[in-house]
């Protein structure tokens, strides 16, 4: 059964770090391309970040040049690094896994962590 566990988030000051880690299970992780999203109060979700298998990489506007994601495929592991952080970055951060493994899309999602940036 496939799951994905983030893990990281916290409080954090304006223009501090925090790095976000998606443990997944279940899965053929490396065939999948991983992203990040985050939905804030009243508003909808919305990419941060994705990492395809072959690791190419793309970010939303609004992060480029802050955020960073990475994968780890031996630990099965996706990480979204977060510098410069500001308050608009506040939001539940999710894992996603999408893949065609058996040329049957599957797309999954974690359960969320909060970050709050605020001083």
């Known amino acids: 059964q496939a799951q994905l566990v983030e893990s990281g988030g916290g409080l954090v000051q304006p223009g501090g770090s925090l790095r976000l880690s998606c443990a997944a299970s279940g899965i053929r992780f490396s065939i999948y391309t991983m992203g990040w999203y985050r939905q804030a109060p009243g508003k909808q979700r919305e990419l941060v970040a994705a990492i395809t298998s072959a690791g190419s990489t793309n970010y939303a506007d609004s992060v480029k040049g802050r955020f960073t994601i990475s994968r780890d495929n031996a630990k099965n592991t996706v990480y979204l690094q977060m510098n410069s952080l500001k308050p608009e970055d506040t939001a539940v951060y999710y894992c996603?896994?999408?893949?065609?493994?058996?040329?049957?899309?599957?797309?999954?999602w974690g359960q969320g962590t909060r970050v709050t940036v605020s001083s």
């Open positions: 996603n896994a999408v893949g065609v493994p058996m040329g049957v899309r599957r797309n999954y």
